[in-house]
């Protein structure tokens, strides 16, 4: 059973950062792409980024994109989401997720495909 637990969600003014950290447990985390998504109430589950198994691809939403940046880091098993010029639409749970194939080549960008999660964190960004 994989095990994800996010940290470092917070309260931040716009034009402000924040470092998410998502530390994971229970396979091998080199084989995974991870994920992370942020969702609102009321609406569904919102992909943000994604980073491959190596770390040598990215992937990022087009709100988030020249702002945030994804990194992982494979002793501590622990993948990052970095957050800069934070706006306050960028409000919201942030959920890390695990992919379900491992070694997959192409990253993924919908929340089917992810099918480990952490319990998410909470960003809010004020004005």
């Known amino acids: 059973q994989v095990q994800l637990v996010e940290s470092g969600g917070g309260l931040v003014q716009a034009g402000g950062s924040l470092r998410l950290s998502c530390a994971a447990s229970?396979?091998?985390?080199?084989?995974?792409?991870m994920g992370w998504f942020r969702q609102t109430p009321g609406n569904e589950r919102e992909f943000v980024a994604a980073?491959?198994?190596?770390?040598?691809?990215?992937l990022f939403a087009d709100s988030v994109t020249g702002r945030f940046t994804i990194s992982r880091d494979h002793a501590e098993s622990t993948v990052y989401l970095q957050m800069s010029a934070l706006k306050p639409e960028d409000t919201a749970v942030y959920y890390c997720a695990a992919d379900n194939l491992a070694g997959r080549a192409h990253l993924q960008v919908s929340a089917i495909d992810y099918n480990y999660w952490g319990q998410g964190t909470q960003v809010t960004v004020s004005s």
């Open positions: 229970g396979r091998t985390f080199s084989d995974y792409a």
């Open positions: 980073i491959n198994w190596s770390g040598a691809k990215t």
